[in-house]
């Protein structure tokens, strides 16, 4: 079998690197919005009329609450864009990232030294108490599924 790991290594140090090169960043979303005035008269009352805009909204959570900031085209909205953007980047790579550190734990042989480590135990008759499991636990099959589990959640 080839060695998986270099490969896998060498992935995850370029998500790194894209996630070091990404900037300024802020969690949020930038909606579309139309409204009607309110005036009596205006255009906007009448029933098929969208609303006046577009107005763009910046809504986040903070602590819990939602709070929105109004913004009208212009740099001051370019900026947020970007920056919510940026965010959207931020959390693509991070997923990318544990999905090729998960890779690199299932591929990792055992270090030597938690060979020795059973070794030791084997010797001093310990081992057997880590082995003691209840009788309804089902076969070494189960982390492999719980892997696949959390694969698919994601
Ligand atoms: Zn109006």
Redesign the pocket.
Known sequence: MPDLIPPLVAQREGILRDIAELGDMRRGNITEVFR????PG????ERKHPG?GPYYAFTTKVEGKTKTVQLRPGPRLAKFEREVETYKRFRSLIQQLLEVNEAICNARPLEPAAESETAILKKTGLQQNLWVKPENETCGNRPVEAADAAENAW
């Open positions: 009607s005035c309110g005036k205006c255009c906007c009352s006046h």
